[in-house]
């Protein structure tokens, strides 16, 4: 019998999931096999047609991945997932999914630096054009549609920048012309927002970050439509981007305490947000959940809580930054984010170093931003730490 998961705070810990059949167990198996028997060639054949359900190869399907993904398809409220071996995968087989050569595709500019490379580089020489804009303006959304515009790709919030885009108003557009959109929803989470109720088509995450939230784990993953998620599998198989179970199976469990971690994520950052913007060093501060966002009221109307990034600009440019990220003592400097340790960097030096000089300028990502992932510790901890660091600058 499925267990009722009608609040995603019940939905993190059973959708998805069921006592093992051979066994009983409560927790999902791993399932540590690359192939699977069958009990004759008929059986075979009958797999190969379509016409029983089943597991040949892990590279294909693997039931620990199974798990995951209806858990994920549950939390997003999609029709089907696929989990893939990292963001970056998911986010490339989501491009390949809808635009080929020929093609046009509008992204946001402020995009992950890896994001970046991915339009710039592979899809290029796949024959697929873009053009970035600033998608928390849906009219500069609109101007730079053409009639091969196949995809809008946006992350809301943005990283770093924390822009937070229409994603109604944009699918609303996209749709209009014949395209899709796909949101990178990694900051948020599906514990803030569900893009796929606000009309996006596709949504990925890097399980990575928030949804792992460990820093033990690389992996992606693409909800929507069962035949668009179908033919991401069959793109998957194609360029060997599966997720290992053993991977597979930390991310579930890490999707367990995703609620009560998010819970202390929002918490916490709003906290720290809130003490940044009174700061003498500091110049601005980027949050969603601060009224003086330029985007807060979106974020309100499509958020239900502001998530555990944020970013700030110091007074004194590069330097400045580099000194305050070598004065931390408990944040940690690392890349990556979600975790439950604060984690510090600065994105013109790390994340969006791919990024032309001019091009992260443009998008807001200047040499004196810092981006923090704000993690679970106790909050008066996080925020002694940032003041003895930033008071090198006073």
């Known amino acids: 019998m499925e267990r009722e998961t009608r609040y995603i705070t019940t939905a993190c810990i059973h959708a998805g999931e069921e006592p093992d059949p051979c066994t009983g167990a409560a927790i999902p198996p791993i399932y540590q096999t690359t192939i699977f028997e069958f009990e004759s060639s008929e059986a075979i054949e009958r797999f190969m047609r379509g016409e029983e ?11 620990t991945l199974t798990v995951l993904e209806n858990k994920m398809a549950a939390l997003e409220g999609g029709e089907s997932a696929l989990a893939l071996a990292s963001g970056n995968a998911a986010t490339t087989v989501s491009i390949l999914l809808c635009a080929k050569s020929g093609d046009h595709v509008i992204c946001a500019r402020d995009v992950y630096g890896g994001t970046y490379i991915i339009f710039t580089d592979l899809a290029a020489q796949a024959g697929i054009e873009v053009t970035f804009v600033e998608s928390a303006d849906p009219a500069e959304v609109e ?11 946006i992350e809301s919030p943005a990283n770093p920048t924390m822009k937070v885009s229409d994603i109604r108003a944009i ?35 890097s399980l990575t970050k928030f949804l792992n939230g460990h820093s033990d784990v690389t992996g992606g993953i693409i909800v929507g439509r069962s035949d668009d998620v179908d033919r991401c599998r069959e793109l998957m198989k194609q360029t060997g981007a599966s997720l290992n179970p053993a991977d597979a199976w930390l991310v579930i469990r890490g999707i367990k305490t995703l609620a009560v971690r998010m819970e202390r994520h929002n918490e916490n950052a709003m906290r720290v947000a809130e003490f940044l ?3 003498p060093a500091v110049e601005y501060v980027l949050y969603p959940g601060l009224p003086d966002h330029p985007q807060h009221r979106t974020a309100l109307l499509q958020m239900r809580g502001f998530g555990g990034m944020l970013s700030f600009v110091i007074r004194g440019g590069c330097d400045g930054a580099r000194k305050v990220i070598d004065g931390v003592g408990l944040a940690m400097r690392a890349v990556s984010l979600g975790s439950v340790e604060t984690l510090i960097a600065q994105p013109a030096a790390t994340s969006h170093r791919c990024v032309p000089k001019e091009e992260r300028e443009r998008a807001g990502i200047v040499d004196g931003l810092i981006r923090l992932s704000v993690g679970i510790e106790d909050v008066r901890d996080i925020i002694a730490d940032l003041d003895q660091a930033l008071s090198v600058l006073v």
Do not use: E, M, W
Not at 53 to 62: E, F, L, T
Not at 145 to 151: A, E
Not at 172 to 201: E, I, M, Y
């Open 53 to 63: 359900p089943g597991y040949i190869y892990s590279r294909y399907a693997n039931p």
């Open 143 to 153: 101007s730079a549609f053409r009639s091969n515009t196949r995809l809008v790709f």
């Open 171 to 205: 699918a609303d557009l996209a749709h209009s012309k014949g395209a899709r959109l796909a949101v990178d929803n990694t900051f948020a989470t599906p514990f803030n927002q569900n893009p796929l109720a606000l009309g996006a088509d596709i949504v990925t995450h």
């Open 277 to 279: 913007k009174g700061h």
